[in-house]
């Protein structure tokens, strides 16, 4: 799917004030801090921007990059105390697959091991594939390529959510490999990939999960949780969580009833993210055709959650992504229709009581497909943002102190 836009137009940097908890312990008080762009390491056209925070602490920025001449390159690039760090290639290739809501990866590892996914289209034959690399040295060289699905049809393997686990990393994916035997269910699937790069065996998470909608995991005491959207035979799509403790899938947990019945997928997928025993989930829903973004918050890692509250402001597009605080509380965002500007990237802390404070705006995008899916991470006392700029078509990146 080709996602560029070429009207190109000047947008000031982003320097708003908001407030945000960090790490006030079981205190729902914030403390202001401001939301300051930083410069994007990204050189050329650039798109599908994503974040990861690892064992670390350190922050991961990864992007497609579009050159001049047309060639396609993964970078990613590390956040220092004075912006980002010089990019680094992961993959360069004709077949590299640039799609909006499909977007690549980079997972810090244990003994700063880094993981990387990304998709590549199947030459003369359709559909495309994942791959997943290993790098031992920071990202200064990776390991040739594993695909870690293994029926070798030429359908769309993709929408990938990497977590830990033990030494190595659980990929998680949306698997069409049904269709061609005239089913219209697509699988959750998984397997393991070791710090050698050696697969593990494939199982079925889910056998029936919404086609197009990413599915996002976070580490967590004892393994880690994965939340997606489901769909059952009646096309019922609501959002539910599971959890990996380095054995086996718990049965899934559905996060919240919306009862959501919608015959084609919506491409929007949830987000999870977890502090301690806190874990945080936002979503999109359009039931009733009445679409909104809900945040719900769990105090027993990930085991129930209570009700959700919504976020967005009468108009959202959707395209969340969210992050969990300490006192219980998380910060969503997402993107909102504006009358004014088209587009814009908002976020809002959502109290460990449920209580939503005023919306701040993080940047402006556009509601088309070119915006994508803008992502948030935080790393101790500063919560970093990444989104995609249609009118210049690069990414841009901003932190909250």
Request: glycine fraction near 10%; proline fraction near 6%.
């Amino acid at each position: 799917m080709n996602t560029s836009n070429k009207t190109l137009t000047q947008l000031p940097a982003v320097i708003i004030t908001v407030a945000f908890l960090l790490t006030m312990g079981c205190s729902d008080r914030s403390v202001i801090s401001s939301i300051e762009e930083v410069a994007t390491p990204a050189t050329g056209e650039s798109e599908e921007p994503n974040l990861s925070v690892g064992p670390s602490g350190d922050v991961y920025l990864s992007w497609l990059e579009l050159s001049k001449e047309g060639i396609k390159t993964l970078k990613f690039a590390m956040k220092t105390a004075n912006g980002w760090s010089e990019p680094r290639t992961i993959s360069q290739n004709d077949t590299l697959l640039m799609n909006y809501a499909d977007f690549p990866s980079v997972l810090e590892l244990p003994n700063s091991t880094l993981a990387a996914h990304w998709l590549s289209t199947i030459p003369e034959r359709g559909g495309y594939n994942v791959s997943v690399a290993i790098s031992r040295d920071k990202g200064q060289t990776w390991s040739e390529p594993v695909t870690p699905h293994r029926d070798g049809a030429a359908v769309e393997h993709g929408f990938v959510s990497l977590a830990p686990a033990g030494n190595g990393v659980a990929v998680i994916w949306l698997d069409s490999r049904k269709l061609e035997k005239g089913s219209d269910d697509v699988s959750l699937m998984t397997t393991l990939v070791d710090p050698d790069g050696k697969l593990g065996t494939e199982s079925e998470i889910d056998e029936r999960v919404c086609e197009c909608c990413q599915p996002s995991s976070v580490a967590v005491q004892g393994g880690f949780l994965t939340v997606y959207r489901d769909r059952s035979k009646e096309e019922i799509r609501d959002i539910v969580v599971t959890r990996f403790d380095g054995k086996e899938w718990s049965p899934p947990k559905t996060v919240f009833e919306d009862r959501w019945q919608i015959s084609a997928c919506p491409i929007q997928g949830p987000a999870i993210a977890a502090a301690g025993e806190h874990v945080a989930v936002a979503w999109f829903t359009a039931v009733g055709d009445k679409p909104k973004v809900q945040v719900a918050l769990s105090e027993d890692g990930g085991k129930t959650f209570g009700p959700p509250t919504q976020v967005d402001e009468g108009d959202p597009i959707g395209r969340v992504d969210v992050i969990a605080l300490e006192s219980g509380g998380a910060v969503a965002t997402w993107i909102e229709h504006s009358p004014d500007l088209g587009g814009v990237v908002r976020a809002r802390q959502v109290s460990a009581g449920g209580d939503a404070q005023e919306a701040v705006t993080v940047g402006k995008t556009s509601i088309g497909n070119a915006s994508g899916f803008p992502r948030v991470e935080r790393s101790g006392a500063s919560i970093v943002f990444a989104w995609t700029d249609t009118d210049e078509h690069r990414i841009r990146t901003a932190v909250a102190r």
